[in-house]
């Protein structure tokens, strides 16, 4: 059984630590179909996470399962590449582990991209939706249990879970570069299969832009920590329940791929910018 209380985040951050990863500034989150962002990033060392005590392994074909160190137009970084989701198994303290090792290390702001499908119909497959708010439909919260005051508060404020100044000048760079950048709601549901028609229909009635199964135990934990964090998502699908179509995970690589290079230069001058 994985340990992911505060002693083990110790332990996790002195291995990363003697590896090379020193004060790293900004955390990255890769999501699926999305490794590419890593092209952007002059990476000094990685590590397998079966290699740093006490992580999760990810069992996602389309995630590389490595952690990153290094710099992004000179900025320095410390990357997941691939992520862990409740659908592999993991318990919700495990999958927000890296997060909190990261806090650790030393991040100042968390960055999130990830894979959803589009849920409102004036947003189209390949564009991107920067997140403004999320409804957890995840059937467990990472903060569950007894709180270790070292980590974070007992009743973290969610109010604004995604920082107004990095949200801000992301939206910016948008207008600045031409990229098309909804602004929306993100819903969490727990996978792995996608979703039914009236289950599109649900989501949509109660507020969501766009659904996926990650990011928002990430979100949660970086609350608790009181880390700003701003989120991506690569619209990988039209979720329309009038007109849906049989969707896999071919196709929805294929559209994150498509909007890939978007994604890089936007998350790219930011870190420029930062």
Do not use: W
């Not at 970084?77 to 989701?85: N, S």
């Not at 290390?105 to 999320?134: E, Q, W």
């Not at 974070?152 to 910016?172: E, H, N």
């Not at 928002?216 to 699908?237: F, K, N, Q, W, Y």
């Amino acid at each position: 059984m994985h340990n992911a209380g505060y002693d083990a985040i110790q332990e996790a951050v002195a291995f990363l630590q003697s590896k090379g990863f020193e004060g790293p500034e900004t955390g990255l989150i890769v999501g699926t179909g999305l490794a590419g962002l890593a092209s952007a990033m002059d990476i000094q060392t990685e590590i397998y996470y079966q290699d740093i005590p006490h992580f999760p392994v990810s069992t996602v074909e389309s995630h590389l399962g490595k952690l990153a160190y290094g710099t992004i137009g000179g900025h320095r970084t410390v990357a997941m590449l691939g992520r862990f989701h409740h659908y592999e198994g993991y318990p919700m303290p495990l999958i927000v582990f890296p997060v909190r090792v990261m806090k650790f290390l030393g991040i100042r702001r968390l960055l999130v991209s990830n894979a959803a499908g589009a849920l409102n119909p004036a947003y189209r497959k390949g564009s991107l939706m920067l997140l403004d708010d999320h409804i957890n439909l995840l059937p467990a919260n990472p903060l569950t249990g007894r709180n270790d005051e070292r980590i974070g508060i007992r009743f973290p404020d969610m109010s604004a879970p995604y920082d107004a100044g990095l949200c801000t000048r992301l939206m910016q760079i948008a207008k600045e570069q031409h990229i098309t950048l909804h602004k929306g709601v993100y819903a969490a549901v727990p996978g792995p299969n996608l979703e039914t028609r009236a289950e599109y229909r649900f989501l949509k009635t109660i507020g969501a832009d766009a659904v996926g199964m990650s990011t928002i135990p990430e979100v949660i934990a970086a609350r608790h920590m009181g880390l700003p964090c701003a989120a991506v998502s690569v619209l990988t699908d039209e979720c329309d329940p009038d007109n849906l179509g049989e969707t896999s995970l071919e196709m929805i690589l294929e559209s994150a791929r498509t909007a890939e290079k978007s994604l890089n230069s936007l998350f790219g001058s930011l870190f420029e910018s930062l």
